[in-house]
């Protein structure tokens, strides 16, 4: 998983609520066993449809989505995450999001940044056209194109991984000294395929 620190950029404006993962990524695109591959799917069926937010021309560059509330509601499909992130979106800013979303995109190095409601309004707004905005972990702010800061709250843990860059193997393989030793020390198993 890459490191996440800061990132600058246009934002794309979903401005609809309850956006679950079926939308995000449809059902029939969950087949694949990769992690990759998944953005020409993003907003598939809503894609089609020429007027669609994401179809706009200053969204094609944009590594921020800013959505409605409860961004990531529906299934637990971690496709959802791995769309967004493959599609090229590095953060997602919204007033809520689906718990089990919000986990998934954490564990893949994709940043939901929760806001209040009027602050991620004030963001579509000044957003519209293509300004750009930062977010910033290590300050835990989004700049806005005025320059006015908004912070955000994100758990020590979660911001620990993102700004290290450390999914869950990463983590496990940080003990791996500790693994050898306790494997090491530890009579072998039984092997019950011989009983």
């Known amino acids: 998983m890459r490191a996440f620190r800061r990132l600058t950029s246009s934002a794309a404006i979903v401005d609809r609520v309850d956006v679950d993962t079926d939308q995000i990524i449809p059902k029939q695109f969950l087949k694949r066993i990769e992690r990759t ?3 020409q799917f993003l ?3 809503w894609m089609k449809d020429p007027e669609f937010e994401l179809r706009r021309p200053e969204c094609v560059t944009a590594e921020i989505l800013i959505a409605g509330r409860n961004f990531g509601c529906g299934s ?3 496709h959802a995450a791995w769309a967004l992130q ?3 979106f590095g953060a997602v800013i919204a007033p809520s999001f ?3 979303f919000r986990n998934n995109a954490l564990k ?3 940043l939901p ?4 409601g009027e602050d991620v309004r004030a963001l579509m707004e000044g957003c519209a056209g293509g300004a750009e905005i930062t977010v910033d972990l290590e300050r835990q702010v989004v700049v806005d194109p005025d320059g006015r800061e908004l912070r955000f709250e994100i758990d020590p843990f979660s911001r ?3 700004l290290e860059g450390l999914d869950e193997i990463a983590l496990t393989l940080r003990r791996a000294d500790e693994i050898d030793r306790y494997e090491g020390a530890t009579a072998g198993r039984v092997d019950t395929l011989s009983l």
Not at 113 to 116: F, R, T
């Open 37 to 39: 591959g998944y953005g």
């Open 43 to 45: 907003f598939f069926d």
């Open 76 to 78: 637990s499909r971690e």
């Open 86 to 88: 493959d599609y090229g």
């Open 98 to 100: 689906g718990d089990i």
């Open 108 to 110: 893949v190095g994709l």
């Open 113 to 116: 940044v929760q806001l209040a």
């Open 160 to 162: 620990e991984c993102l």
